[in-house]
């Protein structure tokens, strides 16, 4: 039987939370084992006529290598850069782009985990501690921040002003009824969830297995001889080869939030003030006095903009599309909740309501999610809410533009209690334009009908890019990632069409698991609650592959076909076929035969998601996996 991965201690503080009781503590772990770097080339190095690989895993041939230095160093990485060259670069468009070419010269050299782990937010975290509860302590997590927490992460692409969780938590923060954590308030700080990740980081005894300030840029399986992967890192300040190890699995838990979306707007550059995303906040910046724009109108730009409004002079929000929000009656965590707390169990009942119904809640919900699909009911939302939006604006014209004309939920929601009043201030300006912002000048920003307005401060409120492939995943026999989502020749880098077993298992990928990956949510989802379920997953199925003497597992092609099906029509009769959104991905296809897919999401409850994985519904894994 695995060793039960907590156990109860005396009651204790809890240092980030003063006067919380921490019910157990971590059991002690082994000492971490010693990182292999590989440094610079060491001079005298001959050529290597190994052959190289690009960055989707096709073999390149002498002539493409052609004008590029290349060094070999037994037992340590190869830089291959073009000519004059150095580093990475990276331009935030959309697109990365990688100028540093990998190859090794001896992989027996190096240092071999059971499992590696890509990413440290709450699904490399909750891995982490399943995997630990099974006696599966040989673990190296790589993480490309200095901080844990993935987008809370300190410093992280979530830490902009106002930054907050939109799900409550004391059911989104995994693990509090073993932490003996209670929450601040119901709807907790981008600061208190990054600290509640470091805290839970220790109580798990992890931090020895992290490799921060690591990005991994190719992971790679070494044939069906190894049977391992090989998964290569560099340092995100300097472009450099960092750590280069291998491992039997992979996990990628990097989730869907890492990769900012820059507009392509025209001119961008021209812009003489000063600009930014808000995932890369420039904490430099000084937005008192000044007329600053937001574009966009989401949950960053909603959290942004009632935030900074009282700091700036001038504030104006260019908004392509209204956005359906709803109150938060956010609160201090009041005495009745914190004893339940202290009771026991709280929370997980909390996070048991979200999908089996064990538990009554402890209020009952504004609708159910069947509810969003019926057309009567979701008119019967709008109207309350429309009626809310006219309450708390009192400009009637400027209370219809921000009047959302599609069903609620079609796109995704805000939880937020002063969005809508925030218009009624004085220094608070909307343009609004379905066309949006077109262009950029030196002084400010030119809207699609032709208007120019000169800003100080632009701050591109624009999400992620959710489809965005952030590093090179070469299978067996050559074939990628990228080749299995459906990226084209132009840009490997951009999913159109992803394949996969319940967005955990991809086919020509053994032993290589994604969380939170494309096909395995909906966009209504407690996330946290699904990186714990499949975290769950992933470790009992690593420990049954050993216990089985077994080597790999890989989904069948027939159950990818069919879990894509399965996908391609989750959305059918749902509110998500109403408008644009991103929930949705269209082909030439099937805007010809007059329907949408929703190839890149499972649409359906959370609770049907678990039945499939759980092998209740749609196959048992044994029907559905090859175990070799």
């Keep these: 039987m695995a060793q039960a991965l907590w156990r109860r201690s005396r009651n204790e503080p809890t240092p980030q939370y003063p006067g919380v009781l921490r019910g157990y503590v971590p059991l002690p772990r082994r000492a971490p084992r010693q990182r292999i770097v590989a440094g610079p080339p060491a001079p005298g190095c001959r050529p290597l006529d190994a052959a190289l690989r690009d960055r989707a895993g096709r073999p390149r041939t ?67 501690a399943y995997l630990k509860d099974a006696d599966i302590d040989d673990v190296r997590v790589f993480e490309m921040t200095p901080s844990v927490g993935g987008v809370w992460a300190r410093n992280g692409v979530g830490a902009y002003p106002g930054a907050a969780c939109d799900v409550p938590a004391y059911s989104y923060l995994p693990f509090l009824d073993k932490t003996g954590v209670v929450p601040s308030k119901k709807y907790v700080s981008q600061s208190e969830i990054a600290d509640y990740a470091e805290l839970l980081t220790d109580f798990i005894g992890m931090r020895d297995t992290i490799a921060f300030s690591r990005k991994v840029v190719a992971v790679d399986y070494l044939g069906d001889g190894d049977r391992v992967w090989r998964v290569t890192t560099e340092d995100p300040t300097t472009g450099e080869t960092a750590d280069i190890v291998t491992c039997q699995h992979v996990v990628a838990a990097n989730g869907p939030l890492s990769s900012p979306r820059m507009p392509e707007v025209e001119g ?46 001038q504030l104006t929000v260019f908004q392509r599309t209204p956005t359906w929000c709803l109150p938060r009656n956010d609160e201090p965590t009041p005495d009745d909740i914190r004893a339940k707390f202290e009771a026991g169990g709280y929370s997980e009942s909390l996070r048991r309501v979200d999908w089996r119904g064990d538990n009554p809640p402890d209020e009952p919900p504004l609708f159910e999610f069947e509810d969003l699909h019926d057309e009567q009911k979701n008119a019967g939302v709008c109207a309350m809410l ?135 949510i909906n966009p209504v989802t407690n996330v946290t609650l699904v990186c714990e379920e499949q975290a769950k997953y992933i470790a009992n199925l690593v420990q049954r592959i050993a216990d089985e003497g077994k080597t790999e597992v890989e989904p069948t092609e027939a159950a990818v076909d069919k879990w894509t099906d399965i996908c391609d029509h989750s959305a059918d009769g749902k509110v998500w076929l109403k408008c644009n959104n991103w929930y949705l991905k269209t082909t030439k296809s099937d805007q010809a035969a007059g329907r949408e897919r929703s190839a890149g999401m499972f649409m359906h409850s959370y609770a049907d998601y678990l039945q499939h994985i759980l092998g209740h519904q749609g196959g048992t894994p044994d029907e559905l996996l090859e175990m070799h």
């Design 62 to 128: 002498e002539a493409a290598a052609a004008g590029t230095n290349r060094v070999f160093v037994p037992g340590r990485a190869l830089c291959v850069r073009p000519a004059g060259e150095s580093g990475s670069h990276a331009m935030y468009t959309g697109q990365l782009i990688h100028l540093q070419w990998l190859a090794m010269a001896s992989d027996s050299n190096l240092d071999h985990f059971r499992v590696v782990i890509i990413g440290t937010g709450f699904s490399g975290l909750l891995c982490t």
């Design 386 to 520: 429309t009626a809310r939006i006219n309450n708390d604006v009192k400009d009637p014209a400027l209370a219809k533009l921000l009047t959302p004309d599609y069903p609620f939920f079609c796109k995704r929601a805000l939880f937020i209690d002063d969005y809508y009043t925030t218009f009624n201030k004085n220094n608070v300006g909307l343009v609004d334009d379905p066309g949006g912002v077109v262009r950029i000048n030196e002084t400010g920003v030119e809207i699609a009908r032709g208007e120019t307005f000169d800003l100080d401060v632009i701050i591109y409120a624009t999400g992620f890019d959710s489809n965005f492939i952030p590093f090179a995943v070469t299978g067996r026999d050559g074939v990628t990632l990228a080749d299995r989502f459906g990226a084209t020749e132009e840009n490997r880098w951009q999913m159109t069409r992803p394949h996969s077993l319940w967005g955990i298992h991809v086919r020509d990928m053994p032993n290589f698991y994604m969380m939170i990956g494309p096909q395995a």
């Design 268 to 313: 961008m550059e021209t812009f003489k003030g000063e600009s930014f995303h808000t995932a890369m906040w420039d904490k430099s910046a000084s937005l008192a006095g000044k007329h600053v724009g937001v574009i966009g109108t989401g949950a960053s730009a909603a959290q942004v903009i009632t935030t900074i409004v009282d700091e700036v002079d």
